[in-house]
């Protein structure tokens, strides 16, 4: 059953990413493309729409993908699977903060969960990066020109600490002109 | 007002007015819950940020359940990360709708081919960010390394990955332990 379906895949998202914002990402590409919800694409598109929308990646992602696929009840459905192991685990952990706090455990196994982190969002950066540069069908050189372009330029802006919603703006104007003096 | 129904008003519209989620949620976070309600000192931010890492989940979750708990108990922790979910869930909503109506016109075909270049930039930046979050030495290294292999290359599942270097972080813990050798830092 889908909502059944929805409300476990983004449990396990929510069980298994440490760590803020796009810690995620390597997840969601995972499992939203092996249940074939989305395609890299309509992901990244939508990473655009939740940077210029409020709140949580992570809410927007499963309120998206539910709504797509199972209408609001979906998009309800999806949410409360991505917030549910967060809730129970911090309500637990609140009890034993101390101990949590100091635990051993905890330290070593955050010594190799930050860098696992890494290493996936480089991996979703290498399959996400081959979809707009190398694609199935062969870009023109025009369009694949204007795409490196527009990657190499908001790279230096997003390290030099302008606001992501500029970056999602100037990339869409640049999209639009291009896209129509090429004529794609 | 009542201590759940502030908390929920109180994360509500921490989650309308955070754009991009988790971190950038710390500050807001940090004005209304210790500076305006003084429902938890400036300290006990840094320990919410350190918790919200350290367990699965999102930070903004994780910090609205954390802060709920400790102020009202189980319910509020209920009803401050229902305060942090609503906004999300209604604009999202109403935006799917927009968006599947509006997107086979050109030129938001044409702008979104743009943004998606240029999204790649912004996790390329997010990549860098928890790159420098690590420990510079070649057990960090070596799993981001095998993460990206496993994955990219190998197409194995990121949740047996993730839970793989859980434990190696452990048993190289305590074999760094079990020597008794500092020189881990």
Request: proline share 3%; charged share 15%; hydrophobic share 55%.
């Amino acid at each position: 059953m889908i909502y059944l379906e929805l409300f476990w895949t983004f449990f396990k998202i929510g069980l298994f990413t440490f760590g803020g914002g796009y810690a995620m990402l390597p997840l969601v590409q995972q499992e939203v493309l092996a249940h074939s919800w989305l395609s890299t694409d309509e992901i990244v598109n939508f990473i655009a729409v939740s940077e210029s929308t409020p709140g949580p990646f992570a809410v927007n992602m499963s309120t998206y993908v539910g709504r797509l696929t199972g209408g609001i009840f979906g998009a309800f459905c999806a949410t409360l699977g991505v917030v549910a192991p967060s809730f129970i685990i911090i309500l637990i952990v609140a009890k034993f903060y101390e101990k949590f706090r100091r635990s051993r455990l905890v330290e070593g196994a955050m010594s190799g969960l930050r860098p696992v982190v890494v290493g996936l969002i480089c991996a979703s950066i290498f399959s996400i990066g081959r979809q707009i540069f190398v694609p199935g069908e062969t870009l023109p050189t025009a369009a694949l020109a204007v795409s490196i372009g527009i990657f190499l330029i908001m790279a230096v802006l997003a390290f030099k600490k302008v606001h992501p919603i500029i970056i999602i703006a100037a990339s869409a104007a640049t999209g639009i002109a291009a896209g129509y003096i090429i004529g794609l | 007002m009542n201590r759940k129904l502030e908390l929920f008003a109180t994360f509500f519209k921490i989650g309308l007015f955070t754009f991009g989620g988790g971190y950038a949620m710390i500050p807001l976070i940090q004005r209304e819950a210790a500076e305006n309600k003084k429902w938890v000192t400036q300290e006990d931010i840094l320990d919410v940020v350190a918790i919200a890492e350290s367990t699965p989940g999102p930070i903004a979750i994780n910090s609205a359940t954390f802060i709920g708990s400790k102020v009202a108990g189980t319910w509020g922790a209920f009803f401050a990360t229902l305060g942090v979910v609503l906004p999300s869930f209604i604009v999202i909503t109403a935006i799917s709708y927009a968006l599947q109506a509006f997107r086979h016109i050109k030129a938001v075909e044409y702008a979104f081919w743009g943004i998606r270049a240029g999204v790649l930039a912004l996790i390329l930046k997010a990549a860098w960010s928890l790159f420098k979050h690590c420990k510079k030495e070649w057990f960090s290294y070596s799993v981001m390394t095998l993460a990206f292999i496993a994955v990219a290359l190998l197409k194995l599942n990121s949740i047996l990955v993730i839970l793989a270097a859980a434990l190696l972080g452990i048993g190289v813990d305590m074999i760094r332990r079990s020597r008794g050798a500092g020189a881990d830092k």
